[in-house]
C-alpha cells in the first residue's frame, strides 16, 4: 500500500518534473572511453576477462566514480560490486540497477558498461536535480555475467540469485585449470569454500524491492524502426552445449583417406547442423551458434583428432529452443557414428526465459513519454543478468539502440544522444520506484 | 667411372659382410626415449618446436651422440648439423643421410628422429664391423621439416637445394610476429641478413653424391602386408594452402540469423568442401586435410567474425593433386560468395613429386635381400626433406612398418626389430654408395 501511494506520488512528481533531469551524453561516452583503455587488446577493441589486471582495474575505476557520487560502496564474495545511494526509508528494500563491465576477446565499449558507468550517471543526474529517494537506490556491478573464463554465464547473478551449486561452479576450470575460488581468493574476495561463498552472495529475503538494468540493444529492431527506448518484456530462454569430436589423428599425407576419422570434419558437420536445426524452427526468433571451434593438435600436416565445440541456442519460446537443443544433440550422436569417431555432449545450462514486471514496464514506459521519447515494447535475446535477478526481484530492462544492432565487435556504437536518452529513462524510472521527493522549492 | 667401380666393388664386399652388421634394435629406442622426453609435452606424447628450448636441447643431444661417434660437427646458417666420418678419398662428395628432430605438437618419438638417431647408430654399426669409407658419410639433423613455426615445411632442406627466396622466407612469421631470421640470430645461428643466410646454406656443386633417409612409414601398407623394408621410388606432391574468412561477427543472441555472415560456418563449409573434391578424385593416392582451423573472437555467445584454414592436399600424381587444389580454392570463392563473407586465399606452396635415383633404389633393395627381409617399393604420401634433397643430389629412402600407419599422434610406435633392420639396411645401403673397404682379416 505505501510503496503503491509512494509510487503515485513519485509518478505525480515526476511528470512535472522530467526535463529536470539533465544528462550530457557526450560526458557518459568520455567516461566509458577511459574505461574502455582498461583493457587487454588496444581501443577501439575491448577485452577484459574475470578477475586479470584489467578487470580489476575497472572495478577500482567504478568504485571511484561510486564514491564521488557519494555511494557506499559493499563487495561481496563473488566480487560483485554495489553502490548505495541511501534512502529515506531505512527499512524499504532497494531499488537496484545495474549491469556488467567484463568483455569477451575483442569486444565493444558500450555492452554491460553502459549500464553500471549510466547508471552512476543516472543517480548523479536524481542527485543534480535534488531528488530524494525513499528506498534505497543501489547501483550493481555485476561479476562475470560473460562466460569467458570459466564458460559460464552470469556467475555473479546467478549466485545472487541462488541459481547456481557449489558442484556446478566447482566443474568449471579455467584455461590454467584453476577454480573461480582459487582465482576469487587470489585478488580479495572468496571464501574458505565454495559453498561458503556462495552463501554469503545469495541476496536476502526483501533486500531488493526492484531491479533494472539498462543496455544496448545488441540487435538492430530499435534503429531499423527508428525508435528511441525499448521497454522490455521478457528475455529469451538461452542455452549453451559443448561437444567434443574425438577421433584417432594421424599424418596429413601418410594416412588414406578410407582410413581416417577426422574429428574437425566432423565439428564442421556439427556447426552447419545447428544453423540448419535453427532455420527449421521457422521463427526468426529461434538463434544458434557455434562460438567456439578448437581442433587439436591443430597442425597442416596432421589429421585433427580433437575438436571441440561451444553451440549457444536462444528462443524467446522456451519448448521451440528445446527442440532446436535435441536436434542439435541428435546431430553429434549421429555426426559421431557415421564418421566413426568418439564423442561427449554436454547441457552446460538451459536456462528458462524470464517476464519482466509489470510495476517496471509500466515506469519504463512512463518516464520515456514523459520525455517525450518513442518506445517499443520487445524481447531481449541476448543474455542478461536481469534473467537470473528476475528469480529474486521484480525485473525490468531499458534498450536503447545500437549501430547496425552490432555487439560483442570493436565497432560496437551507439549514438551519444540515445545513451543521454536512456540514462534519463533509467533516471526517472528509479525515481518512480524509489519514490522520494523532488525540491519542495519546484513545486 | 671411379664411383661406378667402387659401388661394384663394395656391392660384392658387403655381400659376403651383411652378418657382420650388428643394430640392436632395443638400445635404438632407448636413446629414442631419452630424446623424447626433451618435449613441451609429457611423454608420450612428443612436442618440439623449431628454436625452442626443447629443440636446443635435442640439438645437443645429436651433437653428444655424433661426437662420441668419432664424427666431425658443422653447423650451417639455417641450424643443418652435419656429423661428418671421413672417408679414404677426400676429393669426393659425400653420402649424405638424415632427417629432422623437430615435432608438431602432440606428436610422437618416431617420425624424423629414427632417421637421425638410427642414422648414428648405422654408422656405428658400420665403424664396429671395421668398415673404412671411401665416400665421406655424413649424418644430417635437419633444421624445422614440420611447418610448426612459421607455417613452412622443410625450411632446413629447401634452404639447401636452393628452393627458398629471401622474400617467401620473410614472409612468414611465427605466432609473435617474428621472423625466421630473428629468431635463428638469438639462438646462436642466422646471419646478417635473410638472403646471406640462405646463400650460407645452400649446398656446393658435388659436395653430396647420394643423400638417403630412414624414416618410419607413416602409413599402414608395410604392416597390413608384413613386409619388412619400404623401398622408395618417389614422394608425392604435396600442396598447403592458407584460406581466411571474415564476416562482421556480432552477439550470438542479438543478432538474427538472416543478418549473420558468419566465418565460422563458411570455414565449415570449406573444410568439407576439402573432403569432397579429395574422394572425388578417384584415387586412393589423393589425400587432403584441414589441419589448421581457428576462430576468432571464439568466444561461445559471439558470432565467429574470423575462420582460417590451412589446407594440405597431396597426391603421387602432380597434376591430379593440382586439379583439386584449383576445386577447393573455386569452393572457397563460392562459399564467400554464397554466404556473404570476405575471404583471402593462398597457396603456402605446391611442390612437384620426386623421384628415388636408381642407384640408390637398387642399393637399398640389395642391401634388404643380403640381410634377408622382405621388400616392397612404393610411393611416400609424406613429405620429407629428401623431397628438396632430390633436387641436389640422387635421392632415396627407406622406410620401417609403423603400427596402423599412425603418426603425428603420441602412440606412434615401430617395433625394435623393425627398427634394427632399418637401421641394418641403411648401414650396408651407405656402405655401397659409400664405396670403401671392409677388414681384409674378415675375407
Given at each position: 500500500?505505501?510503496s503503491l ?12 518534473r522530467a526535463q529536470?533531469?539533465?544528462?550530457d ?5 568520455e ?7 582498461l ?12 578477475f ?6 575497472a572495478?577500482?575505476?567504478v ?10 560502496i559493499?563487495?561481496?564474495a563473488?566480487g560483485?560490486?554495489?553502490g548505495?545511494?541511501?534512502g529515506?526509508?531505512a ?27 549510466g ?13 530524494k ?5 543501489e ?13 559460464l554465464?552470469?556467475?555473479?547473478s ?20 584453476r577454480h573461480?575460488?582459487q ?5 580479495g574476495?572468496g571464501?574458505a569454500?565454495?559453498s561458503?561463498?556462495?552463501a ?7 533486500q ?15 534503429e ?22 574425438h577421433?584417432?589423428?594421424?599424418h ?11 574429428a574437425?570434419?566432423a ?6 547442423a ?11 526468433d529461434?538463434?544458434?551458434?557455434t562460438?567456439?571451434?578448437e581442433?587439436?593438435p591443430?597442425?597442416i ?5 580433437d575438436?571441440r ?11 521451440r ?6 536436434a542439435v544433440l541428435a546431430s553429434a550422436?549421429e555426426?559421431?557414428?557415421?564418421r ?8 552446460i545450462n538451459?536456462?528458462p526465459?524470464a517476464?519482466?514486471?509489470?510495476d517496471?514496464v509500466s515506469?519504463v514506459?512512463a518516464?520515456?513519454?514523459a520525455?517525450?521519447l518513442?518506445?517499443k515494447r ?7 543478468d536481469?534473467?537470473?535477478m ?6 525490468g530492462?531499458?534498450?536503447?539502440p545500437?549501430?547496425?544492432?552490432w555487439s560483442h ?6 549514438k551519444?544522444q ?6 534519463s529513462v ?5 525515481a518512480?520506484?524509489s ?5 519542495r522549492?519546484?513545486?
Open positions: 500500500m505505501t501511494l509512494a509510487l503515485c506520488v513519485a509518478l505525480f512528481a515526476v511528470a512535472v529536470t533531469v539533465q544528462v551524453g557526450n560526458k557518459v561516452v567516461v566509458l572511453t577511459r574505461l574502455a583503455n583493457s587487454d587488446h588496444e581501443n577501439p577493441a575491448v577485452t577484459r576477462i574475470l586479470t589486471p584489467n578487470d580489476m582495474l572495478r577500482n575505476f568504485k571511484d566514480l561510486m564514491r564521488e557520487h557519494h555511494m557506499t559493499r563487495e561481496d563473488m560483485n560490486i554495489f548505495r545511494w541511501e529515506s526509508d527499512s524499504a528494500g532497494s531499488v537496484l540497477t545495474g549491469s556488467h563491465c567484463d568483455a569477451i576477446p575483442l569486444a565493444g565499449m558500450y555492452d554491460g558498461t553502459l549500464g553500471v558507468i547508471a552512476i550517471e543516472a543517480v548523479a543526474a536524481l542527485q543534480r536535480a535534488g531528488f529517494p525513499s528506498r534505497p537506490i547501483v550493481l556491478f555485476f561479476t562475470s555475467e560473460e562466460p569467458t573464463r570459466f564458460g554465464s552470469c556467475s555473479g546467478r549466485a545472487m540469485a541462488g541459481a547456481l551449486t557449489a558442484e556446478a561452479l566447482e566443474s568449471k576450470l579455467d584455461s590454467q585449470g573461480f575460488l582465482v576469487a581468493n587470489e585478488v574476495y571464501a569454500s565454495t561458503d561463498m556462495l554469503a552472495t545469495r541476496l536476502k529475503e526483501g531488493v524491492d526492484y531491479f533494472v538494468e539498462l543496455h544496448i540493444e545488441q540487435g538492430p529492431l530499435l531499423r524502426e527508428g525508435l528511441d527506448i525499448g521497454v522490455v518484456t521478457a528475455i529469451a530462454a538461452p542455452a549453451a552445449l559443448e561437444v567434443t569430436f577421433g584417432d589423428g594421424g596429413a599425407g601418410g594416412q588414406l583417406m578410407p582410413d581416417r576419422n577426422d574437425g570434419l565439428g564442421a558437420e556439427l556447426a552447419l545447428v544453423e540448419r536445426h535453427v532455420l527449421a524452427s521457422g521463427s526468426v529461434t538463434v544458434g551458434t562460438g567456439t571451434f581442433i587439436a591443430g597442425a600436416n596432421s589429421v585433427p583428432r575438436a565445440l561451444a553451440i549457444d541456442i536462444r528462443d524467446i519460446d522456451g519448448p529452443r528445446d527442440r532446436v537443443v535435441a550422436k555426426i559421431a557414428e557415421r566413426k569417431v568418439r564423442y561427449t555432449s554436454r547441457v538451459q536456462d526465459p517476464s519482466s514486471h509489470e517496471i515506469a514506459a518516464s520515456a513519454e520525455l517525450g518513442s518506445t520487445m524481447v531481449s535475446r541476448a543474455y542478461h536481469s534473467l537470473f528476475a528469480r529474486v526481484a521484480p525485473m530492462m531499458i534498450f536503447i545500437c549501430k547496425n544492432g565487435r570493436p565497432d560496437e556504437f551507439s551519444p540515445d545513451i543521454a536518452n536512456g540514462v533509467l533516471a526517472l524510472t528509479m518512480r520506484l519514490g522520494g521527493s523532488w525540491p522549492t519546484e513545486l
